[in-house]
């Protein structure tokens, strides 16, 4: 731990997105951050779907026969 670390601002955790906010205000950096965050929960939000698909599709199968 150096002695300067106070001067170095904590990067503290980032508020919750909203779709439709203004991003005039927002940084590059935290566009950037924001996209990041954005694509994760959309691959989860895709994951999601594909159990329950799957899911739905084993059960119509099963109750098929």
Known sequence: MSLFDDDIPKKTES??????????????????????ALSEEINRTK???EQRS???DAADAFFQK
């Open 15 to 36: 508020a919750p997105i909203t779709v439709g906010e203004d991003l005039t205000r927002l940084s590059e950096d935290e566009l950037r951050d924001r996209i990041e």
């Open 47 to 49: 994951n999601t779907l």
């Open 54 to 56: 799957n899911i739905r």
